[in-house]
């Protein structure tokens, strides 16, 4: 096993991990904040925490370290100095119109343990934990029913989206949304201060402050030479172009390949369409097939971006890419049109792959999961009543640090 960030597919076995263990942030939602938050239910928590406990324990079991972002963040914090900038950053990225309330805010956080902050800041803070804030402009008298002065980030136990472990270096990602924007930040302070998480050497293709935006479920590492991404709803083809340029002239990789998929929030990213489970089998959801176009990246002879669309089928690029005689792409809910739509809902093409062959998913994904045993495919279900609700599956809830290669 190579130390630190070495991801070079999407199905070597997964030797490291990092999750985010759903907390008291998501009852910080109510209906009033949905939209803003991403959210279109209030996932019960106590269920949640079981279930996201069940997922971590069938990594454990498979052998995979399981590393959780508060305990990595607060690694990376420990520095005083250290601290007070990741806490500026974070207060900075927080949508304040007062600065009696950021003052207040900073004195309150920066008193906490590192560990105790960082959830704090994740739960979000609320104007019942600052009772007392000093009333010094118009801003500051304003009083609203909304509970919060601090948002909380119910949305971090989707690691796989601020940022993509690729190679042996790390997209800090521009997220998509301003709601999201802070979950990246804590991922720019892990690679920057926790030598444990990005050891010496790790390479940074995407930095958060790139103007255009890239999420981490558009990006697929297919093989050491190939990695897919997707245009979707939630990045950008300048972030495309820019994560292409970085990747392409400093690793091993020769191609960036391109899914132009629905803009919508049922084909949100990539990885709700599409994942890869063995070395010739992909899930696909079947609405993508007929509208999807495909392009290429990759280096002329001077050394500048080359794009080109691609004519091929999909299954024809692909298998070019990996260097099998065929592949074959496995439909989310077979043949079933509203199989296929509700398991897609609840994420049926979004599975985890850990190992060649080797799979987690929702159970309650079982026309897909019944599918893909039928194929060979071995499926490791986990419950998923509460944690579906957010909308995103075992690939969306990681974020794989440590692959072996293939």
Not at 135 to 146: E, F, G, Q, V
Not at 319 to 336: F, M
């Amino acid at each position: 096993m190579y130390p630190g960030i070495h991801n070079f597919s999407e199905i070597g076995k997964l030797n490291k991990v990092l999750l985010h263990r759903i907390g008291h942030e998501v009852e910080g939602l109510v209906p009033d904040n949905f939209a803003r938050l991403l959210f279109d239910d209030i996932p019960y928590l106590k269920v949640a925490e079981q279930e996201h406990d069940r997922f971590a324990q069938v990594l454990r079991d498979n052998g995979v370290e399981v590393i959780y972002y508060v305990d990595e963040t607060a690694k990376a914090i420990r520095d005083p100095e250290v601290k007070k900038a990741f806490l500026n950053d974070i207060l900075d990225e927080s949508d304040l119109n007062s600065e009696g309330i950021r003052e207040a805010i900073y004195d309150y956080l920066i008193r906490m343990p590192e560990r105790e902050m960082v959830a704090k800041i994740i739960a979000g803070v609320r104007k019942t934990d600052i009772p007392n804030v000093e009333s010094r402009t118009l801003a500051d008298l304003i009083s609203s029913s909304y509970p919060f002065y601090m948002d909380p980030m119910p949305n971090l136990y989707f690691t796989r989206d601020p940022g993509a472990c690729v190679g042996n270096g790390l997209n800090v990602h521009h997220m998509s949304t301003v709601t999201r924007r802070r979950e990246s930040l804590l991922l720019k302070y892990m690679f920057m201060y926790n030598k444990d998480f990005a050891p010496e050497g790790s390479q940074l293709w995407y930095d958060y402050d790139d103007p255009a935006s890239i999420e981490g479920g558009d990006v697929l590492v297919l093989n050491s030479e190939t990695v897919a991404i997707g245009l979707s709803q939630r990045t950008t083809a300048l972030g495309i172009e820019r994560f292409a340029e970085n990747v392409l002239h400093k690793s091993t990789f020769k191609r960036v390949i391109v899914f132009d998929i629905p803009k919508s929030r049922a084909f949100m990213h990539l990885d709700t369409v599409f994942t890869m489970v063995d070395f010739d089998k992909f899930t696909i959801h079947p609405e993508i097939e007929g509208p999807l176009q495909l392009f290429e990246i990759t280096l002329n002879a001077e050394g500048k971006a080359h794009f080109e669309s691609v004519t091929d089928e999909l299954s024809h690029l692909l298998a070019r890419v990996l260097k099998v005689p065929a592949v074959e792409l496995i439909r989310c809910g077979g043949n079933d049109a509203m199989a296929a739509q509700r398991e897609q809902w609840n994420d049926g093409s979004n599975t985890l792959c850990i190992a060649p062959g080797t799979v987690v998913t929702y159970e309650r994904n079982y026309v897909t999961n019944d599918l893909l045993d039928k194929k060979g495919i071995k499926v490791l279900t986990i419950p998923s009543s509460e944690l579906s609700r957010g909308r995103g599956g075992p690939r969306c809830m990681s974020c794989p640090v440590n692959r072996d290669d293939l």
